[in-house]
Nanobody, 121 residues
Framework: QVQLVESGGGLVQAGGSLRLSCAASGHRFSSYNMGWFRQAPGKEREFVGAFRSSGGTYYADSVKGRFTISRDNAKNTVHLQMNSLKPEDTAVYFC???????????????WGQGTQVTVSS
């Protein structure tokens, strides 16, 4: 069992930056792929990026070059650094833990409660 708690969301102007954090508790954090997803009102939950348990990061095309995921297995945390934010990045952001393929939400077993990110124009 893994419990996840996100923090760091807020309101920022377009072009600004935010850093989201996800703190995990439970077994063997290092063995999980850690993903970030987001969901805007009226839209499906979409993949933002992930950091594999074996190393390596993957990003959605919409955030590539602007967002960076890092993880610290010693501290059981994963971060999402978001730069050059755009109004279309506005959503609730979730971190998730899983052991299967990275992209689909259904492949993640544990989810945080989400944190709101709002980017004003």
């Amino acid at each position: 069992q893994v419990q996840l708690v996100e923090s760091g969301g807020g309101l920022v102007q377009a072009g600004g930056s935010l850093r989201l954090s996800c703190a995990a508790s439970g077994h063997r954090f290092s063995s999980y792929n850690m993903g970030w997803f987001r969901q805007a009102p009226g839209k499906e939950r979409e993949f933002v990026g992930a950091f594999r348990s074996s190393g390596g990061t993957y990003y959605a095309d919409s955030v590539k070059g602007r967002f960076t995921i890092s993880r610290d297995n010693a501290k059981n945390t994963v971060h999402l650094q978001m730069n050059s934010l755009k109004p279309e990045d506005t959503a609730v952001y979730f971190c998730a833990a899983g052991k299967r393929l990275l992209l689909a939400p259904d492949n993640y077993d544990y989810w945080g409660q989400g944190t709101q990110v709002t980017v004003s124009s």
